[in-house]
């Protein structure tokens, strides 16, 4: 492989990013203070970073061009075709690697590689059938959650099954010829780890964030965590380092996980890139999730990972709220993607930053007062405070 890797003084300069959506916008936006120069391949054709130079190729035309333009090449988005990647490791340094991208596309590889390195997930079945479907309903125990194998994101290509007789309806509206079927975990909260590591294998973990999804898209991410016990954010560090370290992996990876009244931690899912659960350290943090991203691929030291203040990350879907109203409460940052409105879109986010966790939850529920059918929040330390 030819890196062609142009440096100045010690840094690269030209970067790829495969996608343009706003993760590459947030990726550009943290790069440009490095001297990161940005250009986006958009196989979709409806890019909306809205920054740097996007090559748009849906028919796989362009790739000549995008590889000419760039030293390295990352992505902000999974679901991309894996020979696609491939063919660039063949010609640039790809970080994540193409392996990442394969084990996180396909939920039973994700599975068999938690089971192989000791990271517990609730119990869960593999079907092919509308009947396989129903008999591993009837063996769990309903309710389950069916999901696609691959493609799934967001709540999409999935069903919730409350009696095994959903089976035939579920399976025709996934719509995939393969399933993964899992138990519902009776769970404290949804929580999630974001850590970063660098081509010498330096690893840094971001503190754990407690995650509320709505319709299976995420709401509420906030971190640090005032009743986390130290061992809980000690076991899921060794589970994402075991992660990290097994997959070669360059860069951020995510871990989303279901904390238990025992306090165990069950593996959901992990996704290979910058991810929505970490926009809370793009204010919250010393080094932002997309800083460290740039800076684990370019091969430079790992930024500090440590919480400036308690932070609430509040996603703004399908319309805007009160811009002008939400940027007038102390500490409040808000981050659009240049989006139009549409039911279920990721148009921005906000972060809200505070002296303490009874402070940012009142200024969290003002905030999401001036969002249009926000939800309130619902985090599992509230009842502490």
């Not at 319709?215 to 075991?242: K, N």
């Amino acid at each position: 492989m030819t890196s062609g890797i142009t440096k100045h003084s010690g840094m690269t300069q030209r970067i790829g990013i495969l996608g343009a959506g706003q993760l590459g916008r947030m990726l550009a936006l943290a790069g440009y203070p490095l001297g990161n120069r940005f250009t986006f391949l958009d196989t979709t054709g409806n890019p909306s970073a809205g920054i740097g130079e996007v090559i748009i190729d849906p028919d796989n035309q362009r790739l000549a061009e995008f590889l000419a333009n760039v030293d390295v090449v990352t992505y902000e988005f999974e679901h991309l075709p894996v020979q696609l990647v491939r063919d660039i490791e063949q010609h640039k340094p790809v970080y994540p690697s193409s392996r990442a991208i394969e084990v996180c596309q396909n939920r039973v590889e994700e599975k068999t590689l938690f089971d192989r390195l000791g990271i517990p997930t609730p119990a869960y079945r593999v079907v092919e059938s509308a009947e396989q479907l129903e008999a591993a309903a009837r063996e769990l125990g309903c309710p389950v959650v069916a999901k696609s194998v691959t493609e799934g994101y967001d709540g999409k290509g999935q069903a919730v099954l409350k009696h095994p007789e959903q089976a035939q309806d579920a399976w025709a509206a996934i719509g995939h010829s393969q399933l993964v079927v899992e138990a519902f975990v009776d769970f404290v909260r949804e929580v999630s780890m974001i850590a970063v590591r660098g081509r010498d294998g330096e690893v840094v973990f971001y503190p754990m964030a407690e995650n509320q999804h709505v319709d299976g898209i995420l709401r509420y991410s906030v971190a640090p965590l005032p009743d986390l016990d130290a061992s809980v954010q000690q076991t899921a560090d060794s589970y994402i380092r075991a992660l990290l370290d097994e997959l070669d992996y360059v860069g951020v990876l995510a871990l989303e996980l279901f904390q238990t009244r025992d306090g165990s931690l069950l593996a959901n899912e992990m996704a290979p890139r910058v991810h929505n659960s970490g926009h809370w350290t793009m204010d919250g943090a010393v080094t932002s999730q997309f800083e460290n991203h740039l800076r684990a691929i370019q091969g430079l030291p790992l930024g500090d990972t440590q919480a400036i203040a308690p932070t609430c990350m509040i996603n703004v879907i399908g319309r805007e709220g009160d811009n002008a109203a939400m940027l007038a409460l102390a500490n409040t940052h808000l981050h659009r993607y240049d989006k139009a409105e549409r039911a279920g879109r990721k148009l921005a986010h906000v972060n809200i930053l505070a002296a303490n966790h009874a402070e940012l939850l009142e200024k969290v529920r003002t905030c999401s007062a001036l969002m249009p059918e926000a939800p309130s929040p619902a985090l599992s330390f509230t009842d502490k405070l």
